[in-house]
């Protein structure tokens, strides 16, 4: 079985955190193995999808189930070319942010040919692991920085206009 591992600090709330796991779109903000997660069904601690993505050099897709647990989200291969596949998604709060772990274990069930194939695919593997909690800490910080903005109402009162604008400024004489 091979294990690969990376964890990263977010700078955001691990509730920020723990939706950007179970949003389909951040594992494609970035270089990651995921092309594509559809959503079959949300249910109400986690949903069951299909990935598209790339095992190494081959093309490859899994019917996983994503499940939230205490802090944590487990996903659990339910169909797929591997004998086993399973990964977790770790977060912890700390001082600054969201300590996010992802671990993914792997077992390819080649037989004799299974240690070959866990050295080879190794080092992608940890690259993967690292290319996605980088694609998911973007995603958790991106949406933090949208929610801690003041939404702009509309017909707000704005104490002076840009530069730019044609209107005129109020210290200004024409």
């Known amino acids: 079985m091979?294990?690969?591992?990376?964890?990263?600090?977010?700078?955001a709330?691990?509730?920020?955190?723990?939706?950007?796991v179970l949003d389909p779109d951040s594992y494609t903000q970035g270089d990651t193995k995921v092309g594509a997660v559809d959503v079959r069904e949300r249910t109400p601690d986690g949903m069951v999808a299909l990935i598209h993505g790339n095992l190494g050099p081959f093309r490859s897709?899994?019917?996983a189930?994503?499940?939230?647990?205490?802090d944590d989200v487990l996903l659990t291969m339910l169909e797929g070319r591997l004998r086993g596949f399973r990964a977790v998604f770790q977060m912890s709060p700390r001082q600054?942010?969201?300590?996010?772990?992802h671990r993914e274990q792997y077992d390819f069930g080649y037989g004799p040919l299974g240690p070959l194939l866990d050295h080879t695919l190794r080092r992608w593997a940890l690259g993967t692991v690292?290319?996605?909690?980088?694609?998911l800490r973007r995603a958790a910080e991106q949406r933090a920085t949208?929610?801690?903005a003041p939404p702009a109402s509309p017909g707000a009162a704005v104490a002076a206009p840009p530069a730019e604008s044609p209107a005129p400024h109020p210290d200004?004489?024409?």
Request: proline share 2%; charged share 25%.
């Open 2 to 11: 091979m294990v690969a591992e990376a964890g990263i600090l977010v700078r």
């Open 172 to 174: 200004k004489e024409d």
């Open 65 to 70: 189930r994503y499940q939230v647990v205490c």
């Open 61 to 63: 897709a899994i019917l």
């Open 96 to 101: 600054g942010g969201t300590w996010l772990v």
């Open 146 to 148: 949208r929610s801690a």
């Open 13 to 20: 709330p691990l509730d920020t955190v723990r939706e950007a």
């Open 130 to 135: 690292r290319a996605e909690v980088s694609a």
